[in-house]
């Protein structure tokens, strides 16, 4: 298991808080796109965010979501 270290969590979270949500879907869209693995722990910080403050709806969706994708990778 990887801990993501605090300052990285704070670094990527003062990077991106006073973005427009454009800013951000480019900086995610094009993350995705690359497969950079840099950019990993940027990702990991965005879904701590959103799992800390989704429903439990939401976090049942994003878990569907995931198993279907691991199921089809190879």
Not at 5 to 30: V, W
Request: charged share 40%.
């Amino acid at each position: 298991m990887i801990i993501i270290n605090t300052d990285i969590r704070n670094y990527i979270i003062n990077n991106f808080k006073n973005d427009k949500k454009e800013t951000l879907r480019n900086a995610i869209e094009e993350s995705v796109k690359e497969k950079d693995e840099i950019t990993l722990p940027g990702m990991g910080v965005f879904l701590e965010i959103i799992w800390t403050d989704a429903k439990d709806e939401l976090k049942e969706e994003l878990l569907d979501i995931i198993m279907q994708r691991l199921k089809k990778e190879k």
